[in-house]
């Protein structure tokens, strides 16, 4: 039991953690994606009481905007590489040294681009494919987490961008940059200025509806 609860004490908040703050910034330093999200968050609820681990099901953006966080900085780092160490043959086919799935030309039009409408119907990024991305791996010993690791960041992100206007401190620009990684990234504090949203409950339904 101690040694199931340390795993589940890891792997079960630091992952979730390191998603939420990968979101953060890249939502801070995308401020179009984060307006879009405010509105999306905004329009669909009329109070934070309202946001619940069901009715956050009903975001589509926001669930694209974790996904493509977790493309662009997957909270998962230990042994699972992201990089070959050398040319090898995977699956009988020839990934040369340095390949990373998550930012390969072949599965993702403009892979250095946080571009969360990739995860959303539309034609702009039709070509690419999805399933490249396995944040929670695959197969049976995948991460037995994964529903709760979705609930969880979308509940907490949900009801933050719906109380709170986000914007990056500016030592904060090159967070996501240069980052070792160990059994988690190894991640600097990062800054987020946190400004309450000055509408009352009472006059954004008013303003919304
Ligand atoms: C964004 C959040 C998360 C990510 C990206 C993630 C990722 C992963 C990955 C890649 C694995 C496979 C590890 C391997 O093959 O060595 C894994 C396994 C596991 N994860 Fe998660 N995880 C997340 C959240 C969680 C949460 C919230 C929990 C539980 C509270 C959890 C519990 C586990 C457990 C117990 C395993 C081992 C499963 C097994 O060996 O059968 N994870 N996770």
């Given at each position: 039991?101690?040694?199931?609860?340390?795993?589940?004490?890891?792997?079960?908040?630091e992952?979730?953690?390191t998603?939420?703050?990968?979101?953060a910034f890249?939502?801070t330093?995308?401020?179009?994606m984060?307006?879009?999200?405010?509105?999306?968050?905004?329009?669909?609820?009329?109070?934070?009481?309202?946001?619940t681990?069901?009715?956050?099901?009903q975001?589509?953006?926001?669930?694209a905007?974790?996904?493509?966080?977790?493309?662009?900085?997957?909270?998962?780092?230990?042994?699972?590489?992201?990089?070959?160490?050398?040319?090898?043959l995977?699956?009988g086919?020839?990934?040369?040294?340095?390949?990373a799935?998550?930012?390969?030309?072949?599965?993702?039009?403009?892979?250095?681009?946080?571009?969360p409408?990739?995860?959303?119907?539309?034609?702009?990024?039709?070509?690419?494919?999805?399933?490249?991305?396995?944040p929670?791996?695959?197969?049976?010993?995948?991460?037995i987490?994964r529903?709760?690791?979705?609930?969880?960041a979308?509940?907490?992100?949900?009801?933050?961008?719906?109380s709170?206007?986000?914007?990056?401190?500016?030592?904060?620009?090159?967070?996501?940059?240069?980052?070792?990684?160990y059994?988690?990234?190894d991640?600097?504090?990062?800054?987020?200025?946190?400004?309450?949203?000055?509408?009352?409950?009472?006059?954004?339904?008013?303003?919304?509806y």
């Amino acid at each position: 039991m101690a040694t199931n609860a340390s795993v589940l004490i890891l792997v079960g908040s630091e992952t979730t953690a390191t998603l939420l703050c990968g979101a953060a910034f890249l939502l801070t330093t995308h401020p179009e994606m984060l307006k879009r999200l405010e509105h999306e968050i905004r329009s669909a609820f009329r109070s934070e009481k309202d946001i619940t681990l069901t009715s956050v099901g009903q975001l589509p953006f926001m669930l694209a905007c974790l996904s493509e966080t977790m493309r662009c900085y997957p909270p998962f780092v230990a042994g699972a590489f992201r990089q070959t160490p050398k040319d090898v043959l995977i699956d009988g086919k020839f990934e040369p040294q340095g390949y990373a799935v998550n930012r390969d030309e072949r599965y993702w039009k403009e892979p250095e681009r946080f571009a969360p409408k990739r995860w959303m119907d539309g034609l702009e990024y039709k070509g690419d494919q999805l399933d490249a991305m396995q944040p929670f791996s695959t197969g049976p010993r995948n991460c037995i987490g994964r529903n709760l690791a979705y609930a969880e960041a979308r509940l907490i992100l949900a009801k933050l961008v719906f109380s709170f206007d986000m914007s990056l401190a500016a030592s904060n620009d090159h967070w996501l940059h240069n980052q070792k990684a160990y059994i988690v990234w190894d991640k600097p504090l990062l800054y987020v200025h946190l400004l309450r949203e000055a509408v009352p409950d009472s006059e954004r339904e008013h303003h919304i509806y």
